[in-house]
């Protein structure tokens, strides 16, 4: 009978190995994630629409291949809700397992979709080495997305905060708030513009607007109620009425994205364009795109900035791959690569007062460049409004400019 306690002790090992297999968040160390993590692929499924984002991807795909052999395929999309309308289908037709998605990037209510469809990986960030790093006490973005606590649901990447691009050869004196900016196109007919809703870009400019004008912002942070929806958005309104015929085109046109507003900017057909990329000034003047006089600057009252986040599907096929692939990304030597002007320049999530003298100093040795702001002239930042206000005041505008 001597056989029998190796037998259950094989059989002990098999049922560890399967939880392990069934549940990847249960491991019990981080050791045992890398072991498990060795070999697979992860498929990585993130907006491809940036040269500069892409390398950085490429690079972060080598070091896991290179440290931790983790191969990592990008997935390019345009739209990332077409890949959690994916997943909920894949849960849908019972396929509980071998998702096609293993690792993906999100925020806002894609997040707060997949979180209430059940089909993010159960909490699992508190068990990455490099989490405690992460500014969680001052960056309360990294907690909560658009509102929504993130449960460790989702691995904070970068950060960023809308900003307003100005040709400094033709502006001196930049609008300090949604008011000025209206006073100044009304005296420079044609020279801003957004972008059309639902463009991320264009949105984000809204809710800026909506932030700074309601009488009660409050009710922004909680659940959009329909019968408070006309009072808590007259102000915005009336201010894009008054607003929309001295845009360019007069308001009959709208930019459709980010990168013709930038073209606009750089032919000085706009004097004024926006971005949520603190550091794109300085990376468009970098590679040419823009012309030198372009500097950068922030309204009075703070401005909307938020926290993009990774994330891993229930269903996940190399979950553990991915916990290796967004700690990595979370690193001190990750971050400072990404904060760089000259490679991306996405904003740190990580605390520098957490790091090491030798970690500070990648930080420190970057060159922000000269319409970069620093994290001082960044000024407040505005937190998101609740996820539900988006689609809300997204179909109101529609309806009230959409020709």
Known sequence: MAYL???????????LFLIVCQDPAKARDWTEILAAARGQTVYFNGWGGSEVINRYISWAAEQAGQRYGVTVKHVKVADIGDVVSRILAEKSGGRTSGGSVDLMWINGENFHAMKNNGLLLPSYTQLFPNYPLVDTENKVSTLFDFTVPVDNQESPWGMAQLVFLYDSEIVTDPPADMRELLQFSQNNK????????PDFYGT?????????????????????????FEAVTAPLWEFLDSLHPHLWRSGKAHPKSAPEMKRLLADREIFISLSFNPAEASNAIATGELPPSIRTYVHDGGTIGNTHFLAIPFNSSAAEGAMVVANFLL???????????????????????KLSPEQRSLFEAIPLGAATLNPEELGAVLLEPHASWVAAIEKEWQSRYSK
Do not use: C, H
């Not at 306690?5 to 049922?15: A, D, G, K, T």
């Not at 984000?204 to 408070?228: C, G, M």
């Open 331 to 353: 690193s001190p030597e990750a971050q400072a690569r990404k904060s760089d002007p000259a490679i991306w320049g996405d904003p740190t999530v990580l605390a520098l007062a």
């Open 190 to 197: 044609g020279r801003f513009t957004y972008p059309a809703p």
């Open 204 to 228: 984000t400019f809204i809710k800026q607007a909506l932030l700074e004008l309601t009488t009660d912002r409050e009710l922004l942070y909680t659940p959009v109620n329909s019968a408070r």
């Open 5 to 15: 306690p190796m037998r259950l002790l094989s059989i002990v090992i098999v049922m």
